[in-house]
């Protein structure tokens, strides 16, 4: 996708500028230019951490899992031990990075700012074992390190960017906070060539999903990520959704982004079968479950002001046998 020069795009008369989405290398730039932190640490040269606090960080990881994301620790049940730390560690990385924005005491430019050095240092903090558990993977995996910088870039993102003009604006968001977590577990579950256009159209579909299941949560952080292309569309406005309108126009809003968002995941399967036999169940079962919480929202009527859509342990595992049937046409 080829990202515009300008620092921000009318939208027409009266409407407020919108800030575009820059390349990785001038978001994080960026971050670091709205404080007084240097983008790199100095050289830091320390003795390699033994074997059982590595295991303690591996551990620690896990539990977030656990707390945040059940669907997430749900799926990741169904890889092998191996892979399966490590793609937990990477998501409670990705967890923690984005928490430092969301949920900053001060100033979350900063926060990220320190969290971003902290990422890229050569050797990890000791006393941060998310950061621990994150560098083994990577260093194990020799995971890209062009790939965790457009993460980092999408998560700096929130900080400037709190409204979308388009969706091929909404698209390069989504790619950097979802596709790029599915490029890097890639990396650690292995997938054969081609797979790489169906991770990340299936990391679209998953982060829309959030965004259409927290509509009503993030507009209460002053955030719409519902494209303004959309919204016009359907005679609203941002205000309208900071303001929790719920009514016919919001609901054809969501019943499009809604179907637009179940043709991603239709799309994006077959990638599964591009992926290692003792990755798929876990793949095909974190897209499932996760376009079921699109069937929950459908059931609510759309409602994600005063209603969070979510699958029960019971609903997720009635999919389970049809997924593995379904994996059986690989």
């Known amino acids: 996708m080829s990202l515009k020069p300008l620092s921000s795009l009318a939208l027409g008369v009266g409407m407020a500028s919108i800030p575009q989405p820059l390349p990785a290398e001038e ?11 240097p983008p790199q640490t100095g050289p830091d040269e320390r003795p390699p951490h033994p074997p059982q606090r590595v295991a303690e960080a591996y551990r620690y990881c896990e539990r977030i899992i656990r707390q945040h994301s059940k669907s997430f620790f749900f799926s990741t049940q169904f890889l092998p031990a191996d892979k399966r730390r490590s793609v937990r560690a990477f998501y409670a990385f990705c967890r923690v990075t984005d928490d430092t924005v969301d949920h900053a005491v001060g100033d979350p430019a900063r926060a990220l700012a320190e969290w971003v ?6 050797h990890p903090a000791s006393d941060n074992p998310v950061l621990l ?14 790939l965790v910088d457009e993460l980092l870039a999408g998560m700096a993102m929130d900080l400037t960017i709190h409204r979308y003009a388009t969706f091929a604006d909404l698209w390069l968001y989504c790619y950097r906070v979802a596709s790029v977590v599915g490029l890097l577990s890639m990396g650690v579950t292995g997938a054969a060539p081609g797979a790489t256009p169906y991770a990340i159209k299936l990391g679209v579909a998953l982060q829309m999903t959030n965004i259409l299941r927290d509509v009503g949560e993030d507009a209460k952080r002053g955030r719409v990520y519902l494209p303004q292309e959309d919204l016009e569309r359907f005679g609203l406005t941002s205000e309208d959704i900071l303001n929790e309108v719920y009514d016919d126009r919001f609901r054809s809003l969501m019943r499009f982004e809604v179907g637009r968002t179940y043709r ?7 990638g599964v079968g591009l992926l290692p036999p003792d990755s ?11 376009s079921g919480i699109l069937d929950n929202l459908v059931a609510n009527d759309y409602d994600s002001y005063t209603k969070r859509a979510h699958l029960t342990l019971r609903e997720k595992l009635i999919r389970l046998p049809q997924i593995w049937l379904d994996l059986q046409k690989f």
Do not use: M
């Open 280 to 290: 798929r169940l876990a793949v095909a079962a974190a897209a499932r479950i996760y």
């Open 264 to 270: 991603l995941y239709t799309e994006s399967w077959a």
């Open 117 to 122: 050095q902290h990422a890229r240092a050569d």
């Open 27 to 37: 978001q994080l730039a960026l971050l670091f230019h709205l404080t007084d932190l």
């Open 133 to 146: 558990a994150w560098y083994d993977t990577r260093t194990n995996y020799g995971l890209s390190p062009t």
